[in-house]
């Protein structure tokens, strides 16, 4: 079965670059490629009519990975001293604190691990304004569905992974700016953004400079900057232990017949949709984040709402009938529908009890407060079935492919069933739960492989807390 996936870079001049990567089990396909240039005077602006006239030609954006441009984001490298990411991400924006020209309420951040430092890690936390994510959010409209908020340079290092980047640096040159990503073991160490000038000399001097600073012997260098490549490669020639390379020469992925396009120029498009496909290169980044963060909504709740809600309404009718009617009559008809409510009140809200006589006051309460919840889900609290399916789908790895079979919650107990594709698969799924506080006493039962070898089914069961 083939999968599908896009990533669009928003590029610092208004250019919007788009790749569509297509796959199987063995193979990832550049299938079609997309570059809208610039109109208008303003950034937003271009983007936004680039967006509607892809949309107008009848490509499908949704689920896409986005990249929007360095030139809009602060960078901070830090060190933390344990690797967990939750922990990390707990008390990222404290760290930016005063580190960063914005005020911390201000932004919304997250962070790339890099290199291991003891039994914490290293690695880069970039941090973008609200209000113009905010922007890139309503160039895709209220409805959009995006798979992940994230920046050109990690694209740029999607793409360089992909390609066997293991210890040297990839430098991709846009519009007014150059991006540079230091990589050591696989791993990002740096992510630097250089301002460009019209002084070609001065651009590739200035890209040497910061080339020698982030090398070291025996380094790989790939450069994607079009003009500049052979002055930095002349520049760069007393190096003679560096192996440079062209990013127009490397083969990131495979092309679809027809497909004809410069690789330095759609680098971070092409690594963009690589993420997307949710392999191994995909670097667990997204901007998305706090209220930010898509989460999807309670649709299957608005039947039984609308239904109570007529429950209720009904119930205020019969209220004023009875002052023209027989009490008899009434009073039949009042309990009734009284014994309905309290059916739809159970249906509804199984973990509340009903208050006799209050039932019209306490639904209306318990509606109140699920719409609150409604509108920021990110808020959930408490023990209920939504948000323990919230947590289980938060604290489960989103780089696991796990099938589930069977799921059941009841008197704080949690059991699934499900297949994955090997133990170790199993043995992450059980430490993220482990490492959750919202689960405990997590047990692994009856792992096994399945008919098919390449399957391992299994049974978890915990407590929730």
Known sequence: ??????????????????????????????????????????????????????????????????????????????NFPFSSRKKIMEILNSELDGEIPLSIDAVVADFVAGESVGSGVSGTAMACDRNTLSRFLEIFGPGARLKSIQTGSIGLAVASIRAGMVDGVAVHCGPGEAVLVDFRSSKVKTIKRLALTENDEKNAH?????????????????????????????????????????????????RAAGVDTDSAQNISAIGLALGGLGTTEALPFDLRQGP????AH??????????TS????????????????SLNQVRGEYLNLKSRLELEFKELFPDSKPIDGQ???????????LKRKMSDLSGLKGRGALSVL?????????????????????????????????????????????????????QVQNARVGANINKVTFRLQMEVR
């Not at 550049?30 to 303003?42: A, C, H």
């Not at 649709?299 to 709402?305: E, K, N, S």
């Not at 007529?310 to 009617?325: E, M």
């Not at 796990?402 to 297949?419: A, I, V, W």
Request: proline share 2%; with cysteine.
């Open 206 to 254: 200035l890209l040497v400079e910061s080339i020698r600073q982030h090398t070291h012997k025996d380094d790989v260098v790939y450069l994607g900057c079009a003009g500049l490549s052979d002055q930095v490669r002349e520049g760069l020639a007393g190096e003679g232990t560096l192996s440079i390379k062209t990013v127009s020469d490397i083969d990131i992925v495979q």
């Open 1 to 78: 079965m083939k999968k599908r996936s896009i990533g669009i870079a928003f590029e610092a001049d208004g250019t919007v670059r788009v790749a569509e990567l297509t796959s199987n089990m063995r193979t990832v396909t550049l299938s079609r490629i997309w570059t809208v240039e610039p109109e208008g005077t303003e950034n937003f602006d271009s983007w936004k009519q680039a967006i509607a006239r892809l949309r107008d030609s009848g490509i499908d954006l949704d689920n896409a990975v986005i990249g929007i441009t360095d030139s809009v984001i602060y960078r901070k490298h830090l």
């Open 310 to 325: 007529a429950l209720l309404l009904i119930i205020g009718l019969l209220g004023v009938t009875s002052l023209v009617t």
């Open 390 to 442: 919230a947590g289980l789908s938060a604290a489960i790895p989103e780089d696991v492919s796990l099938k589930l079979d069977e799921l059941s919650y009841d008197s704080n107990k949690l059991r699934f069933e499900g297949s994955v594709s090997s133990f170790d698969t199993v043995d992450r799924i059980k430490g993220a739960l482990d490492s959750e506080p919202g689960f405990a006493e997590v």
């Open 359 to 369: 039932e019209t006051a306490q639904i209306k309460g318990e509606l109140d407060d």
């Open 292 to 295: 930010f963060k898509q989460i």
């Open 298 to 307: 309670l649709a299957g709740l608005r039947v039984p709402i609308l239904r």
